[in-house]
């Protein structure tokens, strides 16, 4: 018999069991673990305390990431380890299907994604990055930069602040 009340251990199980299952859910990924299967696999081998996000920690993926998540298709891996997986598998890919995959696996840090991109206000509009922006105006992304970071020609950057060119940093 079950008690009435669940442990806070079990409470903690659930609520990952139902985060997981809603981000799968939301990729468009079927998940067909029961919260017992679920819990069972990972607490088998200690896995629970090893896992996470961060290196070296425990995920569940999917078996050559396809597939529904279900007991007979995942397997356990370390972030590291699925990162090269997928890499390696990515090689026979040809160079537009590549960036695809990287861009969906979360890998792809330029653009407007990347951690330095900041939005651009100019004649046209406001634009996330520099270079979308010295894109639109036909000049090169080094010329947006400059306006810019000079606030010319009604180029500014959307937050104001503006970074001294490396050459000038020093000084």
Known sequence: MTPPYPTEFERLLRRAYASQRRSAVTR???????FEQW????????RWSRRGRKAGQLQMG??????PYSP????????????K???????SLSPEKRAEAYRKAGL?????????????????????TVTAAAKAHGIAQPSGSFLA???RNGWR???????????????
């Open 28 to 34: 468009g990924i079927p998940f067909l673990f029961t």
């Open 39 to 46: 819990s069972e696999w990972w607490l088998t081998d200690d």
């Open 62 to 67: 999917r078996k050559g990431y396809s597939g």
């Open 72 to 83: 007979d298709n995942v397997e356990c891996a370390t972030k590291e380890q699925k990162q």
């Open 85 to 91: 997986l997928l890499l390696t598998s990515l090689s």
């Open 108 to 128: 792809a840090r330029r653009g407007e994604k990347h951690w330095q991109a900041r939005a651009v206000v100019t004649p046209l509009g406001t634009f996330p």
């Open 149 to 151: 970071r000079e606030k």
């Open 157 to 171: 950057y959307l937050d104001g602040y503006a970074p001294k060119p490396a050459a000038i940093a020093g000084t």
